[in-house]
């Protein structure tokens, strides 16, 4: 055994996670739906619980000591998420609300400065909507183009059509890091070096690959990367755009408000500096008090320990899904995170989702807010185990053995 | 264990949704609407022929959930042979039904629909059963517009 998979202990882990010890229609829960939202350790909870019972002060705002230590622990935050993502300077990580507020933000404020009419936005078919909507109303409002990368039906890219798409109008490469639906990892090294050779920048959407794999983005050199906190153990309605420097300072405020000012008086209003500048009024204190605690604990607990017991789970689950007749995965790439959409000839999704969730299963079931991947394959819906740190072969055996009894059903 | 009064997944909805009854277009249709489910991407097609107010024919087809497609088989034998009003009246009650504020014992619907009653103990499916309801209601109504359920979900 490597030590790497010595080092993961899985009992601990679960422990930490006291959601997992709730029952579901009388049975022990099974989480497998981590695509839409992790559990949250204890420690995230007692973060926010602290703030919430010990600390409660606005931030930025006042000399009060309650004021200094919540504007401590929340910067402190940030500090924490610089050093996760190996963004260079601290000014670089602005809070958001999530990874869709960072992507709408990025096409809002870099789009008003760097988008003209006949400019093309080039992302992929494999974007959640929220990498999808934010720039056709982009589109809308300055003219340019969206432009798509098609994916083969296993759900890998095609970089061939990824090159002839990529030309001198090209202003922005926006791609999903990890698909969701279909758990693809995109080449992204790949793209990023392709689209800089144009001097395009290119925004990742890494809301499924931060707690997957450690992500650098110095060593990707990606020019924006955008996640959400709840995806990766944290509070719900927090988020992180990371962006380059170079165009931060470049691009115009994205809200007016409180906080993202340095003076205003009613002739001219001086912007603050990065990253203030992109947030205007109160943010979520608590919730980034509880993210910065989150990614503490998966520093603390190591990424890259957990691959081998992650991979373990979903090549197992796979194994034991594939075994059911009648049972079609949708996403086969070869690099893949543990997502395993699939269908059933006689079950529909969505009654595939209730009855599971009786045996205490849950998962998640439609579109996943990926209309063209259920386009591409001619289908309405897919059901999808998703897995996370604290999942077993155990919770595998339950999730197929749900799956099997729907079946039976309707036989 | 839900209780077997309120399960979802009675064997008449089983059956149902397995060989649905009035499944499939109808040619002579007077009477046309589309209803979809973006959250489950439930996508039905309500076919009517009316004549002198009464439902003559009452076909669905599309690609939707046991539910749904129960739902519809059972809306289209309940109420072919019908009048509109008598349709009126019964997707009254139905939306009645399925909502848990209304309290059973005031229902009153045939019992070949009543068997929808256990969707209350799951709100998150109460679109799925409404959905063929709802369509139907538009197409008589001649409402052009795509029924969807997506914002009172
Ligand atoms: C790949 C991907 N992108 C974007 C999002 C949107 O994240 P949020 O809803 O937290 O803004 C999600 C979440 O479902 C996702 O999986």
């Keep these: 055994m490597s030590s790497s998979t010595v080092q993961f202990d899985i009992d601990k882990v679960r422990s930490d996670f006291p959601n997992l010890a709730v029952e579901i229609n009388g049975h ?44 401590s622990a929340y910067e402190g935050a940030r500090e924490r998420i610089q050093s996760f993502i190996n963004a260079p300077a601290l000014e670089e990580i602005i809070f958001t609300s999530g990874t869709t507020d960072a992507i709408n933000l990025v096409a809002q404020c870099y789009g008003r400065r760097f988008v003209e009419e006949g400019d093309e936005i080039l992302i992929t078919e494999m974007e959640h909507h929220s990498n999808i909507v934010p720039w056709q109303m982009l589109c809308e409002e300055r003219g340019c183009v969206l432009k798509v990368v098609p994916f083969n039906d296993r759900g890998e890219l095609c970089l061939e059509t990824f090159q002839k798409l990529l030309n001198e109008r090209t202003r922005l490469v926006s791609v999903v890091y990890v698909s969701n639906s279909l758990g693809t990892i995109n080449p992204v090294e790949k793209i990023i070096e392709l689209a800089h050779a144009r001097q395009v920048p290119v925004l990742l959407d890494a809301a499924q690959a931060v707690s997957y794999f450690p992500i650098d983005v110095q060593k990707l050199n990606c020019d924006f990367l955008a996640f959400s906190g709840h995806k990766l153990f944290g509070p719900t309605g927090t988020g992180v755009l990371y962006g380059k420097a170079k165009w931060l300072n470049e691009m115009p405020p ?61 090549a197992y689950a796979t194994a034991e899904l ?52 259920m386009d591409h394959f001619g289908i309405s819906a897919t059901s999808r185990a ?26 | 264990m839900p209780d077997p009064d309120t399960q979802l997944y009675q064997q008449t909805i ?3 949704s397995r060989a649905p009854k009035n499944f499939g277009p109808l040619e002579n249709a007077s009477h ?30 599309g690609d939707c959930c046991a539910v749904c497609k129960a ?70 109504n001649n409402q052009s517009t795509i029924t969807s359920t997506e914002n009172s979900a």
């Excluded at chain 2, 009517?48 to 669905?60: A, E, P, V, Y």
Aim: glycine residues 6%; proline residues 3%.
């Design chain 1, 28 to 71: 022990p829960l099974v989480y497998l739906d981590n695509g839409a939202t992790t559990l949250k350790p204890q420690c995230v909870i007692d973060a926010v619980c602290h703030h919430y019972s010990a600390e409660t002060a606005n931030v930025h705002r006042g000399v009060h000591t309650l004021s200094e230590r919540a504007t």
């Design chain 1, 254 to 314: 994205y809200r007016g408000g409180g906080d993202m000012i340095r003076s205003v008086t009613f002739d001219k209003t001086v912007y603050n500096t990065l990253p203030y500048k992109f947030e205007a009024g109160t943010p979520n204190i608590a919730g980034f008090i509880g993210l910065g605690r989150a990614v503490q604990y998966v520093q603390d607990l190591g990424l890259a320990n957990t691959h081998a017991h992650r991979a373990d789970v979903l």
């Design chain 1, 322 to 373: 594939s075994k059911i007749d009648g049972i079609r995965i949708i996403g086969t790439a070869q690099s893949k995170t543990a997502i395993l959409s699939f269908i059933h000839e006689d079950v529909h999704a969505h009654d595939m989702g209730t009855l599971v969730d009786e045996e205490g299963v849950a998962i998640r079931t439609g579109h996943h807010c990926t209309q063209p991947v």
């Design chain 1, 386 to 411: 998703s897995f996370s740190i604290y999942n077993t072969r155990d919770d595998v055996d339950r999730f197929v053995r749900a799956v099997q009894k729907s079946i039976e059903l309707f036989r």
């Design chain 2, 14 to 16: 089983i059956e149902h």
């Design chain 2, 32 to 61: 046309h609407a589309e209803g979809y489910n973006p959250i489950c991407g439930d996508h039905i097609h309500l076919y009517l022929l009316i004549t002198d107010n009464t439902i003559r024919s009452f076909h669905f087809d």
């Design chain 2, 71 to 140: 739902s519809a088989s059972l809306m289209t034998e309940a109420l072919k042979e019908q009048s509109v009003e008598v349709f009126d009246d019964v997707l009254q009650s139905f939306l009645k039904l399925v909502d848990p504020k209304v309290r059973l014992s005031d229902v009153r619907i045939p019992d070949a629909l009543r068997i929808f009653a256990g969707i209350r103990e799951y709100p998150s499916r109460v679109h799925c059963a409404t959905l063929p309801w709802k369509t139907a209601a538009n197409a008589i």
